[in-house]
């Protein structure tokens, strides 16, 4: 009996020794973990969040998506490592008010920026702000847009308005200051600093890493503008689309390379070089001239020492302009001009990816990439010259998709693929609901962690709602407003004239044929309108709407 109950005691001080033990190495680990985290102490599975967007990055030029153009292998290891939304797509393809929806979860005619020139109504809630409020340390380095003192953020360093590459100017909360180097690498050294240095690391982040690249006109860094200049790239198919089957729309849009792309302000090529040279229309003034040419307002910026770096490849790109250009067809100019745009673009894509990667590194080596959920979007798409454009606005799909990656370890399942139909509506709600705090009832996205975590079954939305209005503008593309499915676009161009397009998204991917007044459609136009109709009244819009915004932008106009 008493070697039995000796033998009990001694297996229960054994167990006993083994959960001290265990409990012992539980305890190390999680000290590690939170060490690791970054010491989130209080809130240890609060994720932090890396939000990076690009302005006006096409998906085309993503390597996880197509590496047809280039290979961008910094932002497809966020693909590769999370999951790669394929139909992700905008509510209004445009900067300003594309930012304004991903803040407060809104669409642009309940949040009122509907486009880059109309004010941002600051007294909304922007997701941001319910961030900061339930204990993150916010923060926002790089291009936003419109306001110089973002609510809810509280460090920042925002470009002036759309910013430059070279040598740019940044309002922050102790004044504005110009620093000098090239944009895309000084937005990432500030928010590396930030991360590593400026923050208070007892609390989880939500960092707003926001590029200016690769927005018009395309200025590289010497070292990329010397490598791209000497590449070719393929040329897409609808490179010299003629816009017949389609609408006025796109007939009237100011956005082809042949005819609205500017030598030097988009070439790079120098007013010298127009100047000595016969047949080629000099720059010529337009009413909202500023005083100097485009080439020479970007150029302007770089000092001696920089110049000195892009002199050598402006000179050799000047010279073979010189030489061929008057001896080339309409058609040899049109390629011309795409290779150079792609060349300049593809080169600034190149320094937003080494500078992701750099950041990515930086949470690898610090410990905080298990905790820290990285999106990776644009604010919109853009045309690399299918269609023949450069730009965006329309809701075609090269301008209407946006990229969008999102790396979330433990929760996202690596390399997972998603074609649902999402949009930047969404995103407010997505990032509240990972970091566990509640959305206001008003917002009107759906949170995409249902997909994240791989619950496809319960995402039951099939059709997104577009609206568009920057019109009369830059690029001249008109307002409309659309539904998109996975299969169809019914699309309303209302001002100005009044038509409707259709296109069949799986059987015409590109988007050269407007199938509406086809009577195989019908019933699916019937369909189309009547849940567009519903849409509209779901998400609040009208034609009232619609006319009050003509009569704010014609007013705004007619103040100018
Ligand atoms: C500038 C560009 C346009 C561009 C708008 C809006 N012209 O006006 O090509 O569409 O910005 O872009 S440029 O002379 O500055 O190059 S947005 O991304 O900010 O909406
Ligand atoms: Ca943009």
């Not at 809130?43 to 961008?72: G, R, W």
């Not at 509907?114 to 702000?129: E, Y």
């Not at 010299?240 to 005819?259: H, I, P, Q």
């Not at 007013?271 to 016969?278: F, G, K, L, S, V």
Request: glycine share 4%; aromatic share 12%.
């Amino acid at each position: 009996m008493k070697i039995f109950r000796n033998k009990m005691y001694e297996n229960k001080l054994s167990i006993k020794l083994i959960i001290i033990f265990l409990g012992l190495i539980f305890c190390s680990c999680k000290n590690k973990n939170s060490e690791q985290n970054n010491d989130n102490s209080h809130s240890e599975k609060k994720p932090n969040i890396l939000f990076i967007m690009s302005d006006d990055h096409a998906y085309q030029a993503i390597s996880a998506y197509s590496d047809k153009l280039t290979t961008t292998p910094n932002i497809d290891r966020i693909a590769n490592e999370g999951i790669r939304f394929t139909n992700a797509c905008v509510t209004n393809s445009i900067c300003a008010p594309s930012r304004a929806t991903i803040l407060t979860g809104k669409h642009t005619h309940i949040n009122g920026k509907i486009d880059n020139r109309m004010a941002f109504d600051r007294s909304q809630i922007t997701f941001p702000q319910l961030f900061q409020k339930a204990g993150y340390e916010t923060a926002m380095y790089g291009k936003l847009h419109f306001g110089n003192n973002p609510k809810g953020i509280d460090d920042f360093m925002i470009l002036l308005g759309q910013g430059d590459y070279i040598n740019p100017n940044f309002i922050t909360k102790k004044g504005d200051t110009t620093i000098t180097g090239y944009v895309t690498d000084i937005i990432t050294d500030l928010t590396i600093n930030w991360l590593d240095k400026k923050r208070n690391k007892e609390k989880p982040f939500l960092m707003m890493y926001l590029h200016k690249a690769p927005h018009r006109a395309w200025w590289p860094s010497p070292e990329k503008l010397k490598k791209f200049a000497s590449k070719t790239f393929p040329e897409p198919e609808s490179l010299f689309d003629d816009y017949s089957n389609r609408g006025t729309a796109a007939k009237t849009a100011e956005m082809n390379l042949l005819n609205h792309m500017k030598y030097g302000h988009d070439s790079k090529i120098r007013p010298e070089t127009i100047a000595a040279m016969e047949n080629v229309t000099p720059f010529v003034p337009t009413k909202d001239y500023k005083g100097i040419d485009g080439f020479t307002k970007a150029y302007s910026r770089a000092n001696s020492e920089q110049k000195a770096k892009y002199d050598p490849i402006l000179d050799s790109i000047n010279a073979s302009f010189k030489e061929n250009w008057p001896k080339f067809n309409n058609k040899q100019k049109m390629q011309w001009k795409y290779q150079r745009y792609m060349q300049d673009y593809l080169a600034c894509v190149s320094s937003v990816d080494d500078n992701v990667g750099r950041v990515l590194d930086y949470l690898d080596n610090s410990g905080l990439a298990e905790n820290t959920i990285v999106v990776y979007t644009s604010d919109q798409g853009f045309y690399l010259g299918e269609h023949g454009w450069f730009d965006k606005r329309f809701v075609y799909d090269e301008s209407f998709k946006t990229p969008l990656l999102i790396r979330w370890p433990n929760k996202i399942t690596p390399n997972t693929t998603n074609d649902e139909m999402v949009q930047n509506l969404d995103f407010a709600q997505t990032l509240l609901e990972a970091a566990q705090i509640e959305a206001p009832d008003d917002m009107q996205g759906e949170s995409l962690i249902p997909l994240l975590k791989g619950n496809v079954k319960e995402w039951k939305r099939d059709a997104v709602y577009y609206h568009y209005y920057e019109y009369p503008a830059v690029h001249m593309v008109k307002r409309h407003y659309a539904i998109v499915t996975k299969e169809y676009k019914l699309v309303h161009f209302y001002y100005d004239v009044d038509e409707w397009e259709l296109y069949d998204r799986k059987n015409d991917s590109q988007e050269m044929n407007n199938v509406y007044n086809n009577p195989n459609y019908a019933d699916v136009i019937t369909k189309l309108k009547k849940e567009l109709s519903a849409m509209r009244v779901k998400y609040k819009d009208s034609p009232e709407l619609d006319q009050k915004y003509i009569d704010m932008t014609n007013d705004l106009l007619n103040k100018k």
